[in-house]
């Protein structure tokens, strides 16, 4: 080819041209319409499909939620408010029954004067987690820490706490702020001891009783460290020990400090708890104490001593084969039967018990899917290292089977926290069922059925999906390798 | 631990028991199981002290009086007069009638919803999401709850059907009524109808017996066919087509004793106040169904999705470059593959739903737990038996379940070398 005479040619472009813009039906809101949308008959029909379901929920829920009423004094004054506004055959939401009563869906019967406490209990159980739910994000963790403590603060003012206890809250969480903060060490301590601070705060009574609960692990630890030496022996003596402080001292011990220092609470007993406090109590509890049984339980299933094996085998698969409920009438039930003439504990004790180890039989489970699915070089690296049996789990096995078994161990622990609303089949308050039934059984509030459904579900929505939301961010956080 | 054949054996020591890694198995398993006796022998010397107390004896006696109480629902033949035996069978049959329905409609909703929320609509599986985050998220008490109020709250009374221009009209092709206290839903009558064999005070049509004969052969000649296109395959390399021979193999006789017997729906009629002609079906059942296939289907959408995930796309490439045509590449290449994930999640939710049936507590259902654990334990006050035997009988139901689900598992398991 050869190059034309420039004076031949009528025309030649000096300048490069600007890039056309894409055709408008290849770009944009226009495509993305066309390729997520209408990209073929059946996907129109399906968009179709789809339109007509959000527009049945639209215009079911629109009107009644659009005609909500937040300000009556009953489920009478809410329809004729509603009937004034939007005419005689409207219908609305009467969200007044959620002003109104919130707190009891909250906080059951717990004395209202109390409140405070309660909210210092979940306030301070984000102190004693973030360490741990949060190690090496600094981060995430002052972001948790820092709500956690505004609003305990903010929420308990509201709600009616004195300056004097407003005071001690401060000084004691900025103390414990201070503490993740600065040391990383004795924070573990804190949040270790933070389950017998929980129960305190929770019941009231003096502080001594849980604490001589607690220094019976301590007493047991301490003995444990002095006889390491003797290996098998140390455990039991150990474990001897503390059952000996328990049974036979701390009670007296406590009493007899209780007489000089009370420190008391004033104190709240089992029935006064309902709502979300109770349905939280249970499920933390369950879950604190169901993740170290189901290791125990997953070991004790793959462990190569045959009458060990066989026991965990029968508890898991009978606990695994009953529904909750059974267990739950056990408790209330047959309990009474199991232990020595005369005695009688706590219901929600006794509950606590229950799902805990419900929970623990499915936690073994999924913690022994972790352990199955590691690879047996794993297991031969740790023998090989010379590590005995309780190390090699420790530093080798467990931290990367747990790891696998993350999100197991979340539905679990999910799925515990939706089944402490069926407490209600024995007699505890609930928040979901005995609270609203307790609520519309009041004149004011007969015949509102939908309105707490909503509030209870939302909550309880709001509380499980951040808990599959922090399983996710916990496996991309961990996710060291196989990408 | 291993004998190391140079080593010597040292003569026993009884220090080796702690600390010789052979014998001390041992130690550590006589020490628990000791233990373990012992807490066990404790328990049952406190409930003997106990029963003893209130002047109780454990027996069974008491499951062959007269129950005394009704059940709504009932499978077979049963009323206040027959024994509390008979009143825990009826209330097992509910409770297995309430979790097979609800698995099948359960998988039915989790594979569909599972499969959309793959789909590259972007409207439709939003929506799907939405829809498994919610049911998963929120309390199963609560959808039983919810749906209860739906049914007594909003649908019309049986009366509003009535008249020229009724207030509510059914549904379905006019074969459906919800009401505020049962669903009437058709019936299935015979004109023809064969005689029925009766077995004490149940009967079993012939019809039934036609239905199943027709069907097993029908799967026989299936299993048949196919071995033999297979075999034609094998020699020649031609597949014969099959498929419309085994459809009418499936679609003919059926069809043929329906004719036969005159088999045909039967529509809820408003006579009177109430609902006639068809099946009333007890709302409280009809709650605990749709709450379980919702709230379940939810899961198994899951699981039918991680399934579908786990099966790489190059599997499909592959058997797409060795010429299999799509419905053959799913079937021989994907779907095994993605069976072998999704079928034990599947057993556990299976599961799941046999005891989440338990629920039927929170709207009166008679269920296993509402007869053998509700009334019959109300009415005779043996807390202990009924707890036991309850117990005992969701723990045999829950075996039978995964042990037969497990024999599916291990026919589509990876074979491994």
Redesign the interface.
Known sequence: MSNPDPRSVAFVRKTMLPPEPPPARASGAVLWLR???F?GPL?IL??L???G??WLIFSTLWPWLSNSVWNAESMADCRKIIAAAHGPDASGACFAIIKHRWNQFVFGFYPSDLYWRPVLAFGTLFLALAPVLFADSPKARRIVTGLAVALTFVISAVLGATVVELGGMAILMLAWVYLIETRTGPVVLASLIYPFFAVWLLWGGTIWEPAMALAGFVLGFVVWRALSAY???AFAAAVVVAAFWWLALSDIVSRGIATVLPMRLAPVSSDQFGGFVLSITIGVSGIALSLPLGVILALARRS?????KI?AVIFI??I???????LL??AS??L??????GTNFDIILRVIIMVTLFASAYMAEVIRGGLAALPKGQYEAADALGLDYWKAQRLIILPQALKISIPGIVSTF?GMF??T??V??VGLFDP??AM?DTIRASFEWKGA??EP?IF??SI??IL??GM?RYSMYLERRLKRDHR | MVDYPGAANPPFRLSML?YDRRY??LT??AV??IL?MLFASW?ID??L???A?MGKTLSFDFLFRRAGYDIPQQLIPYNSDDTHLRATTVGLLNTLQVAILGCISATIVGVIVGV?RL??????AR?MTVYV??F???????WI??IL?IFT?VMPAPNAYRGENPAASMIMFDMIAPTNRYTAVPSIGMSNPPGVIAIGREGISWAFIAYVTVLLLAYLGHRFLKERAQRIQDETGNRPTTWWIILAMYVLPVLFLTWYFGLHLIPPVLRGFNFAEGTNLDNAFVVLWLALTLYTGAFIAEIVRAGILAVSKGQSEAAFALGLRPRRTMRLVVLPQALRVIIPPLISQY?NLT??S??A??VGFMDL?GTL?GTTLNQTGR??EC?VL??GI??V???VISAGMNVFNNSVRLKER
């Open positions: 390729e997520n949308l990209s996907n399906l968009t499909i789809g339109l379901i959000l290996g098998m022996f190569d001593l045959p009458i060990i026991m698969e009978f695994r084969g009953v529904p909750l409920i059974t009438f056990v039930l047959l009474n039967y199991f232990l020595p003439p999910i939706k089944d609303t069926l209600v089949f979901l069922k609203s059925y939908w459904y209870v579900g309880f929505f499980c999906f599959s | 702690i001390r198995s550590i398993q628990v199981f373990v328990l406190n409930t002290k106990n029963l107390i959309l789909s590259s609509n972007w409207l439709i929506l985050e919610i998963r998220n929120i309390p199963l008490l609560l709850l919810v109020a709250e599961l005891k989440n338990s629920l507590i929170a737990r654990g807390e202990m707890m309850m117990m969701y723990l139901l829950c075996l």
